[in-house]
Nanobody, 123 residues
Framework: QVQLVESGGGLVQAGGSLRLSCAAS????????MGWFRQAPGKEREFVAA????????YYADSVKGRFTISRDNAKSTGYLQINSLKPADTAVYYC????????????????WGQGTQVTVSS
């Protein structure tokens, strides 16, 4: 079992940037995938991006390609989601998730979930 805690959300103007963090409660080793999802008010949860922990391979939803960058720091057991050129449509609660199952690459299912961090983009 691993606990995940997101941070870094906030209120920003359109065009701004945020860097979200996802800290894991234990050292990650072996096969592991960390993903990011978001859920806007009244909408279903949406997959955003995923990263393979061992080789840092990445996968992005079409809706965020070119603006979002997923990364990880193995020494800190922390994943990151850099969001640039924020749009009002990016407003959502952002969740990180993890799985040790190879079959889950890249969209899920995920076994571990953080509590979410709010991103609000004003126009």
């Amino acid at each position: 079992q691993v606990q995940l805690v997101e941070s870094g959300g906030g209120l920003v103007q359109a065009g701004g940037s945020l860097r979200l963090s996802c800290a894991a409660s234990r050292t990650i080793f072996g096969y592991f995938v960390m993903g990011w999802f978001r859920q806007a008010p009244g909408k279903e949860r949406e997959f955003v991006a995923a990263i393979g922990w061992s080789d840092s391979s990445t996968y992005y939803a079409d809706s965020v390609k070119g603006r979002f960058t997923i990364s990880r720091d193995n020494a800190k057991s922390t994943g990151y989601l850099q969001i640039n050129s924020l749009k009002p449509a990016d407003t959502a609660v952002y969740y990180c998730a993890g799985t040790a199952s190879v079959r889950s690459w890249p969209r899920g299912p995920y076994d571990y979930w953080g509590q979410g961090t709010q991103v609000t983009v004003s126009s």
